[in-house]
């Protein structure tokens, strides 16, 4: 039993009448078509997912750079409290 019930000598049988069909050469131009498709489709992928990364680090740093300036106006303000208290 080989996939799904289907003997080895099937397959065999399948793939040679696929090859007197369509013949050698162009089955081996849709293998180069189909790869060159999975190429693409794996760097569109990628170029995605780096473009996706990028915008999340740039949201990252634009929300530390705007918390640094929140915690840096609150020492500020409590530093002015500060010396107001001491100057009284």
Do not use: C, P, Y
Request: aromatic content about 4%; proline content about 0%; cysteine-free.
């Amino acid at each position: 039993m080989g996939l799904g019930g289907i003997s080895i000598w099937q397959l065999l049988i399948i793939l040679a009448i696929v090859v007197l069909i369509f013949g050698t050469k162009r089955l081996k131009g849709m293998g180069s078509d189909l790869g060159g498709a999975l190429k693409g489709f794996k760097d569109a992928v990628s170029t995605d997912d780096d473009a996706e990364k990028e915008k999340s680090l740039d949201a990252d740093q634009t929300a530390d750079a705007s918390n640094s300036t929140v915690h840096k106006e609150k020492a500020e303000a409590t530093g002015n409290s500060d010396k107001s208290d001491k100057s009284a």
